[in-house]
């Protein structure tokens, strides 16, 4: 993938995308009709830390085309392991479906990590860019 002529490392498999932006963002983003269940949940978690040094990151991450995430999969996003990879999160919204999988991820599974939800990218990574130090 080029962005602002730079290549950068695109990690993606039948669920999702995922790669480092040239600001240091973490940027996910899931496919069309994409089920989160645990399986994928881990290796999106294990593919942050590769792509970020195995440490704590921004992630922007659009939910925008997911059709459905197990209770597991939620589970484990908020997990100690996931908390290790992730400092905040921004989940993008655009459809009733993310924002039902939004709420309930952050209302019910309450992550460690700040975590909040966008209809814009500009405005989610303005909010991650407060997240920094």
């Not at 730079?6 to 069309?32: C, F, Y």
């Not at 830390?49 to 209770?71: F, M, R």
């Not at 996931?82 to 993008?92: E, G, Q, R």
Request: no cysteine; charged share 20%; aromatic share 6%.
């Amino acid at each position: 993938m080029t962005i602002n002529g730079s290549r950068l490392k695109v990690v993606e498999n039948k669920t999702w995308k995922v790669w480092l932006r040239e600001d240091g963002i973490l940027h996910a983003v899931m496919q069309p009709l994409a089920i989160m269940d645990l399986d994928v949940s881990q290796e999106l978690v294990e593919t942050y830390g590769k792509l970020s040094g195995h440490k704590g990151n921004l992630v922007l991450a659009d939910l925008s085309n997911i059709k459905s995430t197990t209770k597991a999969a939620r589970e484990y996003a908020a997990s100690p392991a996931s908390v290790a990879m992730i400092k905040a999160i921004a989940l993008i919204i655009r459809s009733p479906t993310s924002q039902v999988i939004g709420n309930i991820f952050l209302r019910i599974n309450q992550p460690a990590y700040p975590s909040r939800m966008f209809t814009s990218e500009t405005e989610a990574i303005a909010w991650l860019n407060t997240h920094r130090a």
